[in-house]
């Protein structure tokens, strides 16, 4: 079993930032990639940014530019630095995690309880 809990969200005003915070804590488990997704009011879950174990990401297009993702596979954490933030960012943010139990290698995908960014204009 493995938990993620997130930080870091808020209120900021158009143009400001945010880093949002995921750590991971479990045993007997590899953590492959890790990710943000969000899904605002009304709409589908969507792929903010994905980062693989070595470190290779990947971005939606509305992003592209603006957020950073980021990871410390000591740690097992993973940050999302988001930039120049616009209010059609705002949205519950949920961090989610690929994980390979140790005992006999399945693979699993846990989420984060969610945390609330709210751009306001």
């Known amino acids: 079993q493995v938990q993620l809990v997130e930080s870091g969200g808020g209120l900021v005003q158009a143009g400001g930032s945010l880093r949002l915070s995921c750590a991971a804590s479990g045993s007997a488990v590899s953590i492959n990639a890790m990710g943000w997704y969000r899904q605002a009011p009304g709409k589908q879950r969507e792929l903010v940014a994905r980062i693989s174990s070595g470190r290779s990401t990947n971005y939606a297009d509305s992003v592209k530019g603006r957020f950073t993702i980021s990871r410390d596979n000591a740690k097992n954490t993973v940050y999302l630095q988001m930039n120049s933030l616009k209010p059609e960012d705002t949205a519950v943010y949920y961090c989610?995690?690929?994980?390979?139990?140790?005992?006999?290698?399945?693979?699993?995908?846990?989420w984060g309880q969610g945390t609330q960014v709210t751009v306001s204009s």
């Open positions: 989610n995690a690929d994980v390979v139990d140790l005992d006999w290698g399945n693979l699993h995908r846990y």
